[in-house]
């Protein structure tokens, strides 16, 4: 094994068991069996705790960040079923980034920043592709002020807080039911020209 592999091997491990048990539960002896590596070649590749923290997240943002860069690739609704798609693998694979909030906040100010910034981002591209498909004639007219600023608000609290949801009463966490969630938001505000296009263009295991 190279060093890139051990190190790619261990923050894998890491974020598996920071999955089943949490950031704070997790000590440097877990992750070391978890690997199947010794606590010294662990220690010769990330020097604590700390620094696996960091880079896990370091990892989560990049992977986030390539999330935020497919807006709009399409001006097709299906181009936000497959951003959904990013959105569920990734929320998915990091499900104790919401179960560990507040200690991240605590122990680690910088991560967190790093995280309101990432999600405000993801909210604003949520509210600007409603005003896009308003624009192309696929969503009925506001039907009051404010009406789409809640509906991209639960929209992305949808996306966000979906997955772990659906772990704490232990449910399926499938794409195709987190799917049908977001768009079951979206759907009453379709035209008819929207739901054409959402019948015809959005993979037919989403309908509903």
């Known amino acids: ?26 000590r440097l002896q877990q992750i ?30 990049e992977e986030f960040s390539l999330i935020l860069s497919a807006y709009l690739l399409s001006p097709k609704l299906s181009d936000f079923d497959v951003q959904m798609e990013q959105y569920h693998r990734f929320f998915a694979k990091y499900k104790f980034y919401l179960i560990d909030l507040f200690e991240i906040e605590r122990s680690y100010p910088h991560i967190m920043r790093r995280w309101q910034d990432s999600v405000s981002k993801m909210m604003m591209q949520i509210r600007k592709r409603l005003d896009y498909y308003l624009q192309r004639g696929m969503l009925l007219p506001e039907p009051a002020p404010g009406v789409y600023d809640s509906l991209a608000n639960t929209i992305w ?18 794409e195709v039911y987190f799917k049908q969630s977001v768009w079951s938001h979206i759907r009453p505000y379709f035209t008819p020209k929207g739901l054409d296009e959402f019948t015809h263009d959005v993979h037919p295991i989403t309908q509903f």
């Open 1 to 26: 094994m190279n060093s890139l592999t051990t190190k790619q091997k261990i923050l894998e491990a890491s974020i598996r068991l920071f999955n089943w048990n949490d950031v704070a539960n997790v």
């Open 32 to 61: 070391a069996d978890e690997t199947g590596i010794s606590v010294g070649n662990l220690a010769y590749h990330f020097k604590n705790k700390e620094a696996i923290v960091n880079a896990v997240y370091e990892n989560l943002f």
């Open 157 to 174: 609290m949808t996306i966000v807080f979906w997955v772990p949801q659906q772990v704490l009463k232990e449910k399926p966490i499938e």
